[in-house]
């Protein structure tokens, strides 16, 4: 094994939409594992729209990277040394805490072993991992849809939204996808089941739009992105319904806070219930969240995508690609081969 170690570190805030050059790739020497932890080969980055936050200067949920630090992200990788008995080498584990580099040390807390037997070990950034998690306990526990109700869900073919739409479909909800694509949309009817689409930068009138694909108004409404999309559906809110706010990815690029409609008629009227979700407060019970998506998954009850990028010194461009809606499912790097057998 070589002893270098290429890492991205942040070299500005961006200003608005980020741009490659907002990084640097550095090398350094690979660091040794401490007593109780790992030294782990990195095979797979996860590329999610929350890094955007994480380059923000403002204050977050979560630390922010600074300048000159490793950029934050999750990954999938092989431990190459192990100086913790739980762990042995050629073990596969997941973990918030790669960073974007080639090599990382990890410690126990946090990081989990994947399972090969449970499907492609990248599947641990997805539909097994921490998307796939979020649609199932927003939806399930936030969203509480019950049969014959309306869901929408906002970048509803991506890594939390097609999962949404499926969960929706089993538990016998109308599902609404919205998405920047009319071959997403197409993909969201055909292959996740989705009952009707609507494509947020063609339809015009969204609100016209989006009610001609919800007959019967929205009963749960899964918010991927804030903005214009959730403009248009606060005007088609039933009575008690339910918005899981998960993200706002419209909006994370614009500087200052996003001045948008006053929702609070519509409140009113509706008495709809309005829910932050952060995955993380989930976490005492992701085994059993991991267990349903791992039984729907075998059971061919879950189809997943994934958009998979070669080569590591792609990481800024496929945050720049998500983040301008060019993604088409689960966005991923390949860093390095997976280990054979
Ligand atoms: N709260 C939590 O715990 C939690 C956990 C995971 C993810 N999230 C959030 O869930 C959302 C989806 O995440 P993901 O990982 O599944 O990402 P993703 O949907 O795979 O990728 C982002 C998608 O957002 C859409 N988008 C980008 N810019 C947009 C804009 N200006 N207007 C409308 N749509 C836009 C694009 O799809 P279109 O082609 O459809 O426009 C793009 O493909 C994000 O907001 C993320 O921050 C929250």
Redesign the pocket.
């Known amino acids: 094994m070589q002893n270098k170690n290429r890492q991205f570190v942040l070299a500005r805030h961006p200003d608005g939409m980020p741009k490659e050059s907002d990084w640097s790739l550095v090398e350094t020497p690979i660091a040794e594992p401490g007593e109780g932890e790992i030294l782990v080969r990195t095979l797979w980055l996860s590329v ?3 890094m955007r936050g994480r380059i923000a200067p403002s204050k977050s949920y979560a630390k922010g990277v600074e300048i000159g630090e490793v950029m934050q992200g999750g990954g999938v990788g092989e431990v190459v040394r192990s100086r913790n008995p739980a762990f042995k080498q050629g073990d596969i584990v997941e973990s918030m805490a790669f960073g974007w580099q080639e090599h990382v040390v990890l410690k126990p807390a946090g990081t989990r072993k994947v399972d090969p037997r449970h499907g492609p070990i990248r599947y641990a950034l997805g539909v097994l991992g ?2 796939g998690l ?1 649609a199932y306990f927003a939806l399930l526990e936030v969203g509480r849809p019950r049969p014959g109700e309306t869901v929408v869900v ?8 097609q999962v949404v739409g499926q969960i929706a479909k089993l538990a016998g909800c109308r599902a609404v996808a ?4 009319d071959d ?1 949309l197409a993909w969201c009817r055909a292959e996740l089941g989705y009952d009707a689409g609507v494509n ?1 930068k063609t339809a015009g009138d969204l609100g016209a739009a989006i009610s001609a694909a919800c007959p019967n108004g929205v009963d749960v409404y899964f918010d ?2 804030a ?1 214009p ?1 959730t403009d248009a559906v606060m005007g088609l809110l039933n009575l008690r319904a339910r918005i899981i706010q ?5 909006v994370s690029n614009k500087p200052g806070p996003d001045i948008g409609l006053r929702f609070h008629g519509h409140y009113i009227v509706t008495r709809c219930r309005v829910e932050g ?4 407060d989930y976490v005492n019970r992701y085994d059993e969240g991991l267990r349903a998506l791992g039984r729907w998954v075998k059971e061919g009850k879950l189809r997943y995508r994934e958009d998979i990028i070669d080569g590591f010194e792609h990481m800024p461009k496929a945050l720049i690609r ?6 088409f ?3 991923l790097v390949k860093v390095s081969d997976e280990p054979r057998g």
Not at 154 to 161: E, L
């Open positions: 999610d729209p929350y921490m998307p979020t906002s970048a509803a073919s991506g890594a939390v939204g919205v998405a920047g694509e997403k947020h991927n992105t903005g999309i998960c993200g706002r990815v419209a979700f952060l995955v993380f998500i983040l301008k809606g060019e993604n499912g689960k966005q």
